[in-house]
């Protein structure tokens, strides 16, 4: 198994453009999560989802837009990009919600730079 | 609201100097809290899940333990290879289970 694939690794974009961040997932788990990652902030929810055709809203959602059409794949779509956007993106993924299924696989990661 | 404060921010450790990390929460209801490894350039690699106070689990040279207010990663006699980020995270009864509360995390350096 690959586990957790994020692309691109590293990306540089200027404010206004918009793109997608990929992340797929190999081992059939339900729920998936975008997080980003800031210097003395932590890593901080984006959007999240527990299936298949639905999704959620997590901590800090404005300026992003996520879909999931199938299990595997958990596209993260910035539709204007502003430096403050500026930060490391990793997607996570679990089985499910019992006890001892819920643990998070992180992804490697997206650094994405915004001028 | 709900919190995770870890501390040190940072700990510089000679090879095998037992040390401790503290990661103290705040938390309506705990349905887990999970510890993670991070090197740099990398994503978070998991360690351990705890459910409830008491709880301990051990790997290696690493032993996290529980109470109803915090969490401890112990390291025992580390080696360099143990450098990273340390990062604590949460999570809380109600919604999703894959919601996430993280620390900032301990910068851990271990010098040979």
């Known amino acids: 198994n690959a586990g957790v694939t994020q692309t691109p690794k590293f990306q540089v974009l200027k404010t206004g453009q918009s793109m997608t961040l990929q992340c797929a997932q190999d081992?059939?788990?339900?729920?998936m999560s975008w997080y980003r990652q800031d210097p003395g902030m932590g890593l901080r929810l984006i959007h999240y989802s527990v299936g298949a055709g639905i999704t959620d809203q997590g901590e800090v959602p404005n300026g992003y837009n996520v879909s999931r059409s199938t299990t595997e794949d958990f596209p993260l779509r910035l539709l204007s990009a502003a430096p403050s956007q500026t930060s490391v993106y990793f997607c996570a993924s679990s089985f499910g919600k019992a006890k001892g299924q819920e643990t998070q696989y992180f992804g490697p990661g997206t650094r994405l730079l915004v001028l | 609201e709900d919190q995770v404060t870890q501390s040190p921010e940072a700990l510089r450790l000679q090879e095998g100097e037992s040390s401790s990390l503290n990661c103290s929460y705040t938390?309506?209801?705990?349905?887990?809290l999970f510890w993670y490894r991070q090197d740099p350039g990398k994503g978070p690699e998991f360690l351990f899940t705890l459910y409830s106070a008491g709880e301990e689990k051990e790997k290696e040279r690493l032993k996290a333990t529980l109470t109803k207010k915090e969490s401890f990663l112990h390291i025992t006699a580390p080696k360099p290879e143990d450098s990273a980020t340390y990062l604590c995270a949460v999570q809380p009864y109600g919604g999703a289970t894959n919601k996430l509360i993280f620390g900032t995390g301990t910068l851990l350096a271990v010098q040979p």
């Open positions: 081992m059939n788990h339900e729920y």
């Open positions: 938390v309506s209801g705990l349905r887990g």
